[in-house]
């Protein structure tokens, strides 16, 4: 069975940092790319980094310059790292790994940015 399990959310004032984490079971993490999206009340979720199976990276201009995506295949593990937050950064953020027609989703964590 896979499973996706996204962590480290939480509260945080604007201009704090968090790290999400999105650890895989189930699959050969390292053959997928793995992207992270986040949903506010209210509106569509929307795309924020990817990370390719060879590491390569790629930013939404929203959070290009403040949030960083690598991962541990060792560990099976995505991370976010979430720099100089806003409260419109506001959301739950899912991750989504994805190989040819394999899309699996984690269930979600809540990050509340306050100002």
């Known amino acids: 069975q896979v499973r996706l399990v996204e962590s480290g959310g939480g509260l945080v004032q604007a201009g704090g940092s968090l790290r999400l984490s999105c650890a895989a079971s189930?699959?050969?993490?390292?053959?997928?790319?793995v992207a992270w999206h986040r949903q506010s009340p209210g509106k569509e979720r929307e795309w924020v980094a990817v990370?390719?199976?060879?590491?390569?990276?790629t930013y939404a201009d929203s959070v290009k310059g403040r949030f960083t995506i690598s991962r541990d295949n060792a560990k099976n593990t995505v991370y976010l790292q979430m720099n100089s937050l806003k409260p419109e950064d506001t959301a739950v953020y899912y991750c989504?790994?994805?190989?040819?027609?394999?899309?699996?989703w984690g269930q979600g964590t809540q990050v509340t940015v306050s100002s």
């Open positions: 189930g699959i050969t993490f390292s053959t997928y790319a």
């Open positions: 990370i390719s199976r060879l590491g390569s990276t």
């Open positions: 989504k790994s994805s190989r040819s027609s394999d899309n699996y």
